[in-house]
């Protein structure tokens, strides 16, 4: 339930990411990490784990959050941020990305419900069970972000200009 908890929180902090990837979305209690690398077995193991999950990680920067070990990187052209408890377990990850990064049937559903508009980023959530896309929108005078969960999308921001 906790997990559950705090997961629904993070989207709800990430939301308003834009389509900007210049700016860092935040999420509450990260800092900086400012342990000794070479002196800490838990970031050790959670180093050789990350390494194991995701092999062609660039540009990697690590990060405390809570009592856990966050790390923002790039694969390829996606931006990820994902937290691995001590053990090097994964909790959750977290892609920003654009509509070519879409799977073709959520982009096709997106699209047919949105004609008119155009994608604007996207970014993508999994933790556990759950995989949830969030994408933003636009057109002339409004943006929308929606979510898409088990191929069910849900409007959860319309925002007029």
Do not use: C
């Amino acid at each position: 339930m906790q997990v559950k908890l705090k997961f629904t929180g993070l989207i709800a902090s990430v939301l308003m990411f834009s389509s900007s990837f210049s700016q860092v979305s935040q999420v509450k209690n990260v800092e900086p990490f400012a342990g000794k690398v070479s002196s800490s077995n838990d970031f050790s193991n959670v180093v050789i784990e990350f390494h194991k999950l995701f092999s062609n990680a660039g540009n990697v920067s690590w990060y405390s959050v809570d009592k856990n070990f966050g790390a923002s990187f790039t694969v390829d052209d996606l931006m990820y941020r994902a937290v691995l408890n001590r053990r090097g377990k994964l909790i959750y990850k977290i892609a920003y990305g654009k509509e070519k990064h879409l799977p073709v049937a959520i982009r096709k559903m997106v699209k047919s419900s949105y004609v008119e508009f155009v994608i604007t980023a996207a970014a993508f959530f999994e933790d556990h069970n759950r995989k949830i896309w969030l994408i933003n929108l636009s057109d002339e005078s409004r943006d929308v972000t929606v979510r898409v969960e088990d191929l069910e999308m849900s409007e959860i921001l319309n925002k007029k200009f």
